[in-house]
């Protein structure tokens, strides 16, 4: 004979209702997760990956809907080749969490006289909270390059990517390569993230240089590898809070403060690290360079740390006479000033004798600069270094040996050293 308990009835009954409620508040979830978050794939959108078929309108399109949602949005750009002849993603926008997840790569056209009149292929403006991940775009910057190099007529060129005016921002994984000039640019932007950044241009491609930041504050650069024609990563005036780490640079001209000065007026830099990081067979390692001529620009508390050099030119240099063409500046003392410069901890070979050189402006020496820990040899001895209007002090071992002025006893040395030479003039007849 079955007998059949109430109490298990009634307790199985209330478990299944349970257990009901549960799948209701999970599909309940999942759905609302799936409409909180909206992704647009470019494919379905009518993109076609053939490297041919023009993808700007279908970019303008997504970059819309996804600007317009209420929702984090991304823009999904799958596996294949795009050709896009150049695309302008403007904000504000409705959300602040857009994501560019490239899987695939942007191929711009090889016809230099397609961007021949556009400052920037790919542009971002406006925007707070966007995130670019992962891919590949391509400038084909190979014919640009060419013609530069035949002495004829040629446009300016594109910068491959420019953020402009633009906040939280993240940079992760994207590689750029070919770039007609400047690959990514950030300008007038503020908490900037950038990471596994990779760059890559011929070494004698002009005027490519990998990340330039200006007029920003709160960038970071981190993990990245670059190689081009030109600065690997360079800093215009209005940089302030800026944090390099665990960068590989070269081939290229190296990383430069500069140059400044151009205005007579404009902001100065503050506060830039560059920290673990290695330069190889570039033509300059830590640069601050600045016009010859008047200007109230400034560069100050910038730190070089834990740095490696091999077989880099000019592994630290300051140059304060810059006069490219000889114009506009031939007879004229920078007004720029520089001072409270660290180095520390920055070993390797220069590929010429002087692998220190602060070339300083007459009338605004560059002050507080710092230096310990200096090995640097050339030839397999160690290098030399040389001095012009530089203030500052040295500690532990420094080779080549320092040849800062203190200060406090700056002109008694200026002294010491014209007597010297008035004594070789004399020694000499």
């Known amino acids: 004979m079955l007998i059949t308990n109430p109490c298990v009835i009634k307790f199985s009954s209330a478990l299944l209702v349970t257990f009901h409620v549960f799948l209701s508040l999970q599909l309940l979830f999942f759905n609302h997760a799936l ?42 750009v799958p596996d294949g080749i795009f050709y896009v002849r150049s695309v302008s993603f403007n904000g504000p926008c409705k959300n602040n969490v857009i994501t560019v997840l490239i899987d695939g790569t942007l191929v711009a056209s090889s016809d230099i006289q397609v961007l021949a009149k556009t400052k920037s292929w790919i542009e ?18 190979t014919a640009l390059w060419n013609c530069k190099h035949s002495g004829k007529s040629c446009p300016v060129g594109a910068t491959s990517l420019q953020i402009n005016d633009a906040q ?15 690959n990514i640019v950030v300008h007038g932007c503020q908490n900037v993230h950038m990471t596994r950044v990779n760059v890559s241009a011929a070494d004698d491609s002009p005027n490519t240089d990998g990340i330039h930041v ?13 190689s ?16 390099m780490e665990s960068i590989t640079c070269g081939p290229g001209h190296g990383i430069s403060i500069g140059s400044l000065g151009i205005k007579a007026e404009e902001d100065g830099v503050h506060n830039v690290t560059l920290t673990l990081s290695t330069f190889t067979g570039t ?4 640069r601050i360079k600045s016009w010859g001529r008047p200007s ?21 240099i300051i140059d304060q006479n810059y006069c490219p063409h000889e114009t506009d500046c031939p007879g004229q003392a920078s007004g720029v000033k520089v001072s409270e410069v660290t180095y520390e901890d920055i070993k390797g070979t220069s590929a010429t004798e002087i692998a220190i050189n602060f070339d300083c402006s007459p009338i605004n020496h560059c002050t507080g600069l710092s230096m310990k820990d200096i090995n640097l040899t050339y030839e397999n001895h160690i290098a030399k270094a040389s001095c012009k209007n530089a203030e500052g002090t040295t500690s532990g071992v420094v080779e080549p040996s320092g040849c800062l002025a203190d200060k406090s006893n700056f002109w008694q040395n200026v002294l010491v050293l014209r007597l010297k030479d008035n004594k070789n003039a004399l020694e000499g007849l």
């Open 296 to 316: 109230r620009g400034f560069a100050t508390k910038v730190y070089f740390q834990h740095i490696i050099m091999d077989n880099v030119k000019n592994p630290i």
């Open 228 to 243: 081009n024609g030109d600065d690997c990563i360079s800093i215009s005036p209005g940089t302030s809070n800026l944090w």
């Open 168 to 182: 939280n921002v993240n940079i992760n994984g994207l590689s750029s390569i070919n770039s007609q000039k400047f």
């Open 283 to 286: 033509q300059n390692g830590v």
């Open 214 to 226: 200006q007029q920003s504050s709160d960038v970071t650069i981190l993990n990245s590898s670059i």
């Open 124 to 141: 971002f403006s406006h925007i707070d909270g966007l995130s670019i991940t992962g891919g590949t775009i391509d400038g084909q910057g």
């Open 35 to 76: 409409a909180a978050e909206l992704t647009f794939n470019i494919i379905s959108l009518g993109a076609k990956p053939d490297g041919k078929t023009d993808a700007s309108s279908v970019l303008q399109m997504t970059w819309a809907k996804a600007c317009d949602s209420s929702t984090p949005a991304t823009i999904y």
